[in-house]
């Protein structure tokens, strides 16, 4: 059990005395084990909280002491704005994004007062949020659908999205026909797994009791060029060769089928195990675990805002992905350089930039670590950062890189969560102190931008300038 600040500890149970001997007895054999763990007897009030799964689980169904609520339907979990005009949902949406907003603007003065500064011209007079840029279609946009495979119920075997609560008892696998984000292909694509995990005969995944052979699947499909990817993914069994055979009925109907076994073995079953999207006239190649933009329409409409608002000598491309907002912005830029952690990320940024006839240079590692080492070369010139990073926003270490980055004065900020959005952008536009250093950077622009209608999640491009231009 991990505790905040903490040291973390677990229970191990034994069924007998001669077990736990013989466990105490590799620790010790075994090098560095002992060093880095200690093993102590739990007393008694402890090994009456150590109890075993079955037991724990029999102890939370003698909670529920009241009927548990009824499960509302699939689509108000999927998409829960689904019974809102278009008008109201964006409406909602900017709120989100401008009471996040007016916190950043609260936390600044409160930065300014402490450094015994008066606040600047333009904490005087922000600027305003802009109107939400609306999603250029409202229903069927996902171009990636992830379905889970289990049971309605303790016999029914579903593909489709999760409702309901474990430890409530009504956890359960329910069709996503209802829910009008997917498009039709996607659904039937579930259906079709659906009657050949039946025919299988093999279980699915029982999320109760952590088995099952059959655990999830995703499907991909390109409205502009029209290819299908359908990835499914399976317990290691035995019984591979029946999945393998079974799922030779999907060939005709999809441009690749892959199929992997956890924990990451993938085999292309069909197809060249990728499809092609299309995107401001770019092409990306997709691969089974490639990251993309799931509205590709509503990705031209936020790419444009990030492109409209790049240009220089140089663009890092910080958390870069697959290279696809880089790659968007190449002909605003002399040169694209892209740092990522993910090193087969990297490998699909390489491939798109040949595709597009791009010179970029993709590199694996930490922004924080090499942000510096790569602008060196253009000290002079003019440096674009844009940063598209993952829901929980940057690490300080990598904002404090781009506060103290010499000749780096721009900086676009895409993100999907408003709330890490603004409190990085508290650490980037606050003033100087013992822990933050460099000139700051001021908020010029903020475009919420719907990738996801009928859902309560937004984008938001943010640009920046560093104090030292404006």
């Known amino acids: 059990m991990a505790r905040p600040n903490r040291k973390s500890f677990a229970f191990l149970q034994f ?6 001997n013989t466990f105490l007895l590799r620790v010790q054999e075994t090098e560095g084990v ?11 009030n402890q090994q009456l909280r150590g109890k075993t799964i079955e037991e724990y689980l029999q102890a939370k169904a003698c909670e529920i002491t009241e009927e548990p609520e009824a499960l509302g339907p699939i689509r108000d979990k ?3 704005l689904w019974a809102l005009s278009y008008e109201e949902q964006l409406r909602q949406k900017y709120m989100t994004v401008q009471n996040e907003y007016i916190k950043f603007l609260k936390e600044i003065n409160i930065r300014i007062k402490k450094a015994g500064m008066i606040a600047p011209l333009w904490i005087q007079t922000p600027p305003k949020v802009l109107d939400v840029k609306p999603s250029p279609n409202i229903e069927n946009y996902r171009n990636k659908t992830e379905f889970s495979i289990g049971y309605y119920d303790s016999e029914e075997i579903k593909v489709g999205f999760t409702n309901g609560k474990m430890a409530a008892g009504t956890l359960r696998i329910e069709s996503p026909r209802t829910c009008t984000n997917i498009p039709e292909q996607a659904k039937d694509f579930a259906d079709r797994l659906e009657e050949i995990v039946k025919k299988s005969q093999l279980p699915a995944f029982d999320s109760k009791t952590n088995s099952g052979i059959w655990k999830q699947a995703v499907f991909r499909n390109s409205s502009r060029s029209l290819e299908t990817m359908a990835t499914i993914y399976i317990n290691p069994t035995p019984n591979q060769q029946i999945i393998e055979t079974l799922l030779q009925e999907l060939f005709p109907l999809y441009t690749t089928v892959v199929l992997i076994t956890l924990p990451n073995t993938i085999k292309i079953l069909n197809g060249p195990g990728f499809i092609t999207e299309t995107v401001l006239n770019k092409k990306y190649q997709v691969s089974p675990l490639s990251f993309f933009q799931v509205n590709t329409l509503g990705c031209e409409v936020l790419y444009k805002e990030v492109v409209d608002l790049v240009c220089g000598d140089l663009l890092l491309d910080i958390c870069c992905g697959t290279g696809s907002i880089g790659i968007s912005c190449s002909e605003k830029v002399k040169k694209i350089i892209g740092i990522e952690l993910v090193a087969e990320a990297v490998a699909d940024a390489k491939i798109n930039a040949e595709l597009n006839n791009i010179d970029a240079e993709y590199l694996v590692g930490r922004a924080e670590d090499l942000i510096k080492d790569v602008t060196k070369p253009i000290q002079g010139g003019n440096i674009f950062a844009v940063v598209d990073p993952p829901r929980n926003g940057l690490h300080r270490s990598i904002l404090q890189c781009l506060r103290t980055t010499k000749g780096l ?11 890490s959005l603004f409190q990085n952008l508290a650490d980037l536009c606050c003033p100087e102190n013992n822990k933050v250093r460099g000139p700051p950077f001021v908020p010029i622009s903020i475009q919420p931008v719907d990738m996801f209608p009928q859902t309560p999640h937004i984008e938001n491009v943010v640009y920046l300038k560093r104090t030292t231009i404006i």
């Open 409 to 419: 004065d721009h900086v676009v900020y895409v993100s999907c969560n408003p709330v």
């Open 15 to 20: 069924p007998d005395s001669e077990s736990l």
């Open 34 to 44: 002992k060093k880095k763990y200690k093993f102590k007897q739990a007393s008694e």
């Open 78 to 80: 999927i998409t829960p």
